[in-house]
C-alpha cells in the first residue's frame, strides 16, 4: 500500500510509483539489445522531467531520493545521455546540496 493508502497493484495511485516503474521499465529495455525500445524509454522518461525536478525540489526525502535515483539511470544512458537537458533543468545546485547532507 502507498501513502494514500491504495493497494500497491494499483496503477498509477501516486506520480512516484509511477516513476518507479518507468525506471524498471528503463532497466529491462537496457538488458535487451534493442536500442530502439532503449531510445524510446529515454524519450519518455524526458517527458517526466518536470515531475522529476518537482520530486527533487520538494521536501519528502523519499521522493527526493526516488527522482535523484531516476536522474541518475536517466544520465547513465549509454548514447547521447541528455546532459544538457538536465543542466537546463537546474536541478544540478540541489544534488550538490544533496552531498552536503
Known amino acids: 500500500r502507498c501513502k494514500r493508502n491504495v493497494p500497491l497493484s494499483f496503477v498509477g495511485c501516486c506520480p512516484l510509483k509511477r516513476i518507479r516503474q518507468r525506471g524498471m521499465m528503463e532497466d529491462q529495455a537496457n538488458d535487451g539489445s534493442d536500442g530502439n525500445v532503449a531510445r524510446s524509454l529515454a524519450a519518455s522518461k524526458l ?21 535523484t535515483t531516476q536522474f541518475r539511470r536517466l544520465l547513465s544512458i549509454e548514447k547521447n545521455p541528455p546532459i544538457q537537458q538536465v543542466i537546463d533543468t537546474h536541478v544540478v545546485p540541489r544534488f550538490v546540496e544533496f552531498l552536503s547532507r
Open 47 to 67: 517527458e517526466q522531467l518536470p515531475a522529476m525536478v518537482q520530486g527533487v525540489m520538494g521536501n519528502d526525502p523519499a521522493v527526493q531520493t526516488e527522482c
